[in-house]
């Protein structure tokens, strides 16, 4: 299973700058208001927001599961290509996925080889990626060949609205009448813009599930479609995330890996202005899920108000890095520059059998220390050093460990940085489901791109951005 070693959040290897261990004893306020918080998780999961505590077990894997491998076995053996159409919470756990469980080498693969799709996450509306994908397909397998997933629960967002309408005028001159077998729309099951188109043409469909948002909803069919269809097990992948939710039920602060993880970075961040929070997965095959966690983090707990109405702007910076790769651009910040951060690492026990191996006999006296060796051991080793320097420097660091990377371990992480994001959540009092910030950027989208009743955001975004002299 996975672990967190926390040791250098702690103030006997980082001084002030950490957590005094007392801090966390089991009889203490903190502890104790932890204990309290899980009990309140306990009693809302399945409710409201919160229905993605529920993806992984029970009744809604039940649902899902059967109906997505159904779908899976029909479509696949006929599949060359899958193009993901989505934005945010609907495409970062899906390339989070295939980063972490295929090889990266997947898309330059035969058919054969692969034994399922390349797949393309269309994830912005940048014109010149979208045609070189668009082109890519119809030279590899063609169009006859390629799934295009259109992931969004109401069917509005610009960016996927606008790729959809692109991509369905295109099979229909390409394909014909038959172009509606080539499109598969995860979505409202029962209203919205999307479920009215889709009813009307007669596109398959998976459920976008009630209660779950964007970026709570990789563990649901918007990431498990497209992992499954590349031949990612989603079995393994939800096992582990039960696997850590069973472990996330524990009243005890010490046992309770999600509510360590949101107490660390909360009380750090609040009491010892450790605002920026980095993950730095020593592993390329983990690098993107630090993409996925950014979104999930700054989302969740960036706010500008707390529940009770009150003026707080509260939250705190994601930042991505890689291990070793960073050691030799972003480290220097982080052990020189302002002492604002907690760093996250992640540790890998066993990449497996191909470990890179290092011959001998190069001859090179100032290499020989490397010889015998091999790549696996060397990252780890640079790892422990980083660690070793942060300390050096008061930088409170923390280590997630995978004991090897496959699905359950993935599915695990996943779910310790959901619940860790609600219990951080009700730490701050603020709700960790909304995001009005980002709804204010779609409305002038609206209002700049002509919909109608939109028309007032136009008008504010022309006068707030009027053209003046500062150009150089």
Not at 65 to 86: C, D, F, M, Q
Not at 350 to 372: A, C
Request: aromatic fraction near 6%; charged fraction near 25%; glycine fraction near 10%.
């Amino acid at each position: 299973m996975l672990t967190i070693n926390y040791a250098n959040c702690l103030s006997p290897r980082v001084g002030s700058h950490g957590l005094d261990p007392d801090h966390l004893d089991p009889a203490g306020d903190l502890a104790q208001g932890i204990a309290a918080l899980t009990i309140k998780l306990a009693k809302s999961r399945g409710t409201g927001w919160e229905r993605w505590r529920e993806l992984a077990r029970g009744e809604m894997r039940a649902q899902h599961v059967p109906a997505i491998k159904e779908l899976v076995e029909t479509l696949r053996p006929n599949a060359s290509n899958l193009v993901v159409l989505g934005i945010g919470g609907s495409a970062l756990g899906n390339i989070a996925l295939h980063s972490a469980l295929r090889t990266p080498t997947w898309n330059l693969l035969s058919d054969e080889q692969r034994g399922g799709p390349r797949l393309f996450v269309l994830d912005n509306v940048d014109p010149a990626n979208v045609g070189a994908v668009l082109d890519f397909c119809k030279h590899n397998g063609g169009y006859e060949r390629t799934i295009f997933n259109v992931v969004s629960k109401s069917g509005e967002t610009a960016e996927t609205a606008s790729q959809f309408m692109i991509i369905r005028d295109l099979l229909k001159r390409e394909l014909g009448e038959g172009y509606a077998k080539n499109i598969v729309a995860i979505t409202d099951p029962e209203k919205g813009t999307m479920r009215q188109i889709c009813d009307a043409e007669g596109f398959v469909t998976l459920p976008v599930p009630e209660g779950v948002g964007g970026r709570f909803s990789v563990l649901s069919p918007v990431g498990l479609f497209s992992a499954a269809m590349c031949g990612i097990d989603i079995d393994q992948l939800l096992d582990g995330a039960d696997a850590m939710d069973q472990r996330c039920s524990n009243e005890e602060l010490a046992k309770n890996p999600a509510a360590m993880l949101a107490a660390l970075l909360v009380e750090l961040g609040t009491n010892k202005g450790k605002t920026n929070h980095v993950l730095m997965p020593y592993a390329n095959s983990l690098y993107l899920l630090a993409d996925w966690f950014r979104q999930l983090w700054a989302e969740s707990l960036g706010k500008q108000h707390d529940r009770d109405g009150e003026e707080v702007f509260t939250g705190f910076t994601p930042i991505k890095a890689l291990g070793t790769t960073d050691q030799h651009s972003q480290v220097q910040l982080y052990r020189e520059g302002p002492n604002d951060k907690v760093i996250g690492l992640i540790e890998v026990e066993d990449f497996g059998p191909d470990k890179g191996d290092i011959p001998t006999g190069l001859g090179v006296e100032n290499l020989t220390y490397l010889e015998g060796s091999n790549l696996a051991h060397l990252m780890n080793a640079e790892k422990r050093a980083t660690e070793f320097a942060l300390n050096e420097s008061h930088r409170p660091n923390f280590t997630i460990k995978f004991p090897k990377v496959d699905a359950h371990h993935v599915g695990e992480f996943i779910n310790l940085w959901q619940i860790a994001t609600a219990y951080a959540g009700l730490m701050l009092n603020i709700d960790a489901y909304d995001q009005p910030a980002v709804e204010l950027g779609k409305r002038a989208t609206f209002g700049l791109m002509g919909r109608k009743g939109f028309e007032e955001f136009k008008t504010k975004v022309d006068e707030g951005l009027a053209e003046t002299d500062c150009t150089v």
